[in-house]
């Protein structure tokens, strides 16, 4: 499930531990949180055949765009971003939605480590230039990843998080940067943390708050944490939550707090289930009091409360991974492990309610966005930015225009911005 992306020995299945960190635990590709807004397009990586002119005929994995809704067929395939025959994943959009982060392994001053870049958007959603390099770490062993916006206004969205490899043996720590600024480059732990953490996402109405992916390196299991840079509180979600012995991972924020005023992550999980595979769950960013009044709920659900496992159309339940709210946190688009790993989107009734207050979460209405064979995978899904209207998007997604004139200024700047590139 998932591609075996880089050999970065921490992601998804990690079985069995040994001597030197000699272990693999291989985690999906993983794309970044939903801003709030109107639901705009879908950025995915796929090893589809390239749809480019000039792009080579078969890439190894590239980043696509799909219309919500609309399910990409072989007279109109999805866009790809761009092409290099290098691959591109892990793509996040801004709050604005006007531009991605991502990582690559494209060639940059003779290396071709993983390292992550920003690519701006024309108004008909394709690439606006060249992808600008945020941060060349002038070494073959480093390794950038997971990418994610910090929430801010247009114009002044400048600071990402990311996960960070030094080296071959070494935990991946977390990283800020502000991409105007590329010596701003920090961690977010001033120390060593004896844990592999990773898959960091802002929480879109909180600037000083994330949620991550921490692996414990001598049990080998991983735990969604979160942490507030204000108050340094550090708070394992799963283990409050009762659990410590499975797979949790992926999480993405909704873009706001529910009616109760509680905010939601989704997330994907191991944990024991009538499915028997990875599944998607949700939980609130605050600890319950004790793990006996636990927030955790499956995504898939009936209205007795009862689990339900999505089987694709097969006799067995089928995996979901890499879950993303939409902007308008109505929607949730993941992965669904078929005989290949598709890119759905699914309409969720009741999300913005789901708390431990209220009533569960009813998913209904799956649509396949990319009906291929090929690997299609870690969806992120983008606010539609102020004034911009594209012909592959309905115009159901665009802003009021009230908002257009209040933003449309602040737009421009953002367009005309130039980051500084490393070489």
């Known amino acids: 499930m998932g591609t075996n992306r880089r050999g970065q020995w921490w992601e998804r299945g990690l079985v069995a531990l040994a001597v030197g960190f000699a272990v693999v635990l291989a985690l999906p590709g993983v794309a970044g949180a939903a801003f709030p807004g109107s639901n705009g397009l879908i950025v995915y990586?796929?090893?589809q055949p390239s749809t480019g002119t000039d792009c080579p005929v078969q890439s190894t994995q590239q980043l696509f765009i799909a219309v919500p809704g609309s399910p990409s067929t072989p007279t109109d395939p999805d866009k790809q971003l761009d092409c290099t025959g290098a691959k591109d994943e892990d793509a996040s959009?801004?709050?604005?939605?006007?531009?991605?982060?991502?990582a690559s392994n494209r060639q940059v001053g003779g290396n071709s480590n993983w390292q992550l870049y920003t690519e701006a958007f024309n108004d008909d959603g394709t690439a606006s230039d060249t992808p600008a390099l945020v941060h060349d770490q002038a070494t073959a062993?480093?390794?950038?990843?997971?990418?994610?916006?910090?929430?801010?206004?247009?114009?002044?969205?400048?600071?990402?998080?990311?996960?960070?490899?030094?080296?071959?043996?070494?935990p991946p720590q977390l990283y800020t940067v502000n991409l105007t600024n590329p010596n701003s480059l920090a961690p977010v732990f001033p120390t060593q943390t004896g844990f592999a953490d990773s898959q960091p996402v802002y929480d879109p109405s909180n600037g000083?708050?994330?949620?991550?992916?921490?692996?414990?390196?001598?049990?080998?299991?991983t735990d969604i944490v979160t942490y507030n840079f204000v108050t340094h509180a550090l708070t394992d979600l799963s283990a409050a939550n009762g659990d410590t012995t499975t797979h949790d991972s992926k999480p993405d924020f909704a873009p706001s707090p529910d009616s109760y005023g509680d905010q939601l992550i989704v997330f994907q999980s191991d944990r024991p289930s009538p499915?028997?595979?990875?599944?998607?769950?949700?939980?609130?960013?605050?600890?319950?009091?004790?793990?006996?009044q636990s927030t955790i709920s499956p995504v898939f659900q009936n209205t007795q409360s009862v689990q339900v496992c999505p089987t694709g159309g097969s006799a067995s339940p089928v995996a979901l991974e890499n879950p993303v709210y939409s902007p308008d946190g109505t929607q949730i688009a993941f992965d669904q492990f078929n005989a290949t790993q598709q890119v759905f989107t699914t309409w969720d009734d009741s999300i913005l309610n789901t708390s431990a207050q209220s009533d569960v979460a009813r998913m209904s209405g799956e649509t396949d966005l990319t009906p291929n064979t090929a690997t299609d995978e870690a969806p992120t899904w983008g606010p539609v930015e102020p004034g911009v209207s594209t012909p592959e998007a309905p115009l159901g997604i665009l802003l009021p225009l009230s908002a257009t004139a209040l933003l449309g200024a602040a737009v421009v700047y953002l367009r005309q911005?130039?980051?500084?590139?490393?070489?």
């Open 141 to 170: 062993t480093t390794v950038d990843s997971y990418p994610s916006f910090a929430p801010a206004s247009p114009g002044n969205q400048n600071t990402i998080i990311f996960a960070r490899q030094s080296g071959p043996y070494s």
């Open 45 to 47: 990586q796929s090893t």
């Open 417 to 423: 911005r130039k980051r500084p590139v490393e070489t």
């Open 275 to 292: 499915c028997n595979t990875t599944e998607l769950y949700t939980m609130t960013d605050q600890a319950p009091a004790s793990p006996a």
């Open 208 to 221: 000083n708050e994330i949620a991550f992916a921490r692996t414990n390196l001598t049990t080998g299991y």
């Open 93 to 102: 959009f801004s709050p604005d939605g006007s531009e991605i982060v991502f």
